[in-house]
Nanobody, 117 residues
Framework: QVYVSESGGGLVQAGGSLRLSCKFP???????????MAWYRQVPGKEREWVAT???????DYTDFVKGRFSISRDNSRKTVYLQMNSLKPEDTGVYYC????????WGRGTQVTVSS
């Protein structure tokens, strides 16, 4: 059973852009709407690290490394969270995951982002 599904990753050259999407098909809207949502990144051999958060009122926060380049947004009617990634760098490469910031659901498979130099 899929609780969260990420998509939109791919192979892109440095300087390029990608838009990731994350859907919560099994979560009802009244549960989704008040939850803060977050994107995370994981690279081989390292723990999953936080990238960005968006609150219920669309307030956002970012790790320093992506500030000014990434933008998180949400569409409550679609139970979907987005991550617009611009000016991508090879160091952004990794598997990107999305989940509720607190009380996360079962993790999805993530979406692979590969940035070539």
């Amino acid at each position: 059973q899929v609780y969260v599904s990420e998509s939109g990753g791919g192979l892109v050259q440095a300087g390029g852009s990608l838009r990731l999407s994350c859907k919560f098909p099994r979560m009802i809207t009244s549960t989704f709407n008040p939850l803060a949502m977050a994107w995370y990144r994981q690279v081989p051999g390292k723990e999953r690290e936080w990238v960005a958060t968006i609150g219920s009122r669309h307030e956002s926060d970012y790790t320093d490394f992506v500030k000014g380049r990434f933008s998180i947004s949400r569409d409550n009617s679609r139970k979907t969270v987005y991550l617009q990634m611009n000016s991508l760098k090879p160091e952004d490469t990794g598997v990107y995951y999305c989940n509720a910031l607190t009380n996360p659901v079962t993790w999805g498979r993530g979406t692979q982002v590969t940035v070539s130099s």
